[in-house]
C-alpha cells in the first residue's frame, strides 16, 4: 500500500481522474494526520491540473490563468457579492 492508508485509484495523467487521484491522497494523507505529505500531495494537485491544461487547451491557459480567477473569487466573497 505504500504511503497511503486507503485504496486509491490511479488517474492518468492528463486527464481530471489523476486530479481526482492526488485529491484523495491529499486526504488519506490528512487523515493521517502527516501534513508534510498533505503539501507534497498539493504539490502533486497542481502538476495534475497543469498536465490537464496543457493536454486538453494546448497551453493556451496556466496555472497563473487559474490563480488570477481564483482571486477574483476571492474577492467576490470579500465584498459579500458571493456567500
Known amino acids: 500500500m505504500g ?33 508534510v505529505m498533505v ?4 504539490s502533486d494537485i497542481l502538476g495534475a ?8 487547451y494546448d497551453g493556451k491557459l496556466t496555472l497563473k490563468d487559474l490563480v488570477v480567477m481564483a482571486k477574483a473569487t476571492q474577492r467576490a466573497f470579500q465584498s459579500g457579492e458571493r456567500k
Open 3 to 35: 504511503y497511503h492508508i486507503k485504496e486509491i485509484t490511479k488517474g492518468e495523467l492528463g486527464e481530471l481522474s489523476k486530479v481526482n487521484e492526488e485529491l484523495q491522497e491529499a486526504l488519506d494523507a490528512e487523515e493521517q494526520k502527516n501534513p
Open 49 to 56: 491540473v497543469d498536465s490537464y491544461l496543457q493536454k486538453h
Open 39 to 42: 503539501l507534497l500531495e498539493l
